[in-house]
């Protein structure tokens, strides 16, 4: 059983980020927000333009990690919301694959190992075996003109015809990469929760991620996103919120930052505002005596 103060030092939360004020000053407002780990789109998400990170600023983001005794390992970059790795349109393929490898190398100049994605659709062209194929074979490809970092897929909500909002997808795409050093997943609450996965109490959570373990298997998990959820179980709609404001509640993510398979992983926040006091809040759901709080939220249930 992990102590408090082993959780306290090895659950790492922070939030997505703005780089309005530059790569250098990232590190440095991340820290003063009392952030462990940290997101941010390294190229604009809403559009097809690639965007280069300059060698100075790689530089100085790099030499602001050490600084600040920031490792990059809790890092993780969201990649554009255009991305549709899985599209069985040609042109939309392509712009797809090409803009992903281009943040994948800005990963990669940055000195990051983990890119978050998430992993397409099939638009209802195809079907959901074909779709996965072609995500597969996108991992492929930006690994074959990379060097290093990791395609971190994210589940989805299961909104419209978008892949990923079941553990069996992300299985099978994770099935057809050839290198699997370099692929992973990034679990988000919000998402989840919407996909049907009800995270309300502590004793779900458990047996959700034994399923996990199971189909997928612990081993690919590189990251949390921690959101409430604006919708209700089932619903398929991708609405985030608030932590403990939403239909989801504090049980999952007391869950979360008490569990020793999700320390040492970057834990993100995803909602708007600055999250100074959600990050403390979580750090304060973090307890001495784990059997105690199952007991809790036992009688709660009552």
Known sequence: ???????????????HVSIKDGYPRLIENAVKCGFKALAFFTNPPRTWRPITVKDDDAQKFKDSCKKFDFSPNYIM?????????????????EKSRKLFIHE???CEKLGISLYNFHPGSHLNIITEEESIKIIAESINIA????KNVIAVIECTAGQGSNLGYKFEHLRDI?????????????LDTCHMFAAGYNLKTQ???KVIFQEFDRIVGFKYLKGIHLNDSKSDCGTKLDRHENIDKGFIGANCFKFLVNDKRFQN???ILETEGNHINEVKQLYDYIIENDDKEEKKEKEEEK
């Open 1 to 15: 059983m992990s102590s408090k103060k082993e959780k306290l030092d090895n659950i790492k939360i922070g939030a």
């Open 77 to 93: 970059p969201h990649g554009s919301y255009f991305l549709n790795l899985g599209s069985p349109e040609i042109d939309k393929l």
């Open 104 to 106: 994948m190398n800005n």
């Open 143 to 146: 690994h074959r003109q990379t």
């Open 174 to 186: 994770i099935e057809m990469v050839e290198d699997k050093s370099r692929v992973g997943v990034c």
């Open 203 to 205: 004793s779900n959570c």
């Open 265 to 267: 992983l970057p834990m």
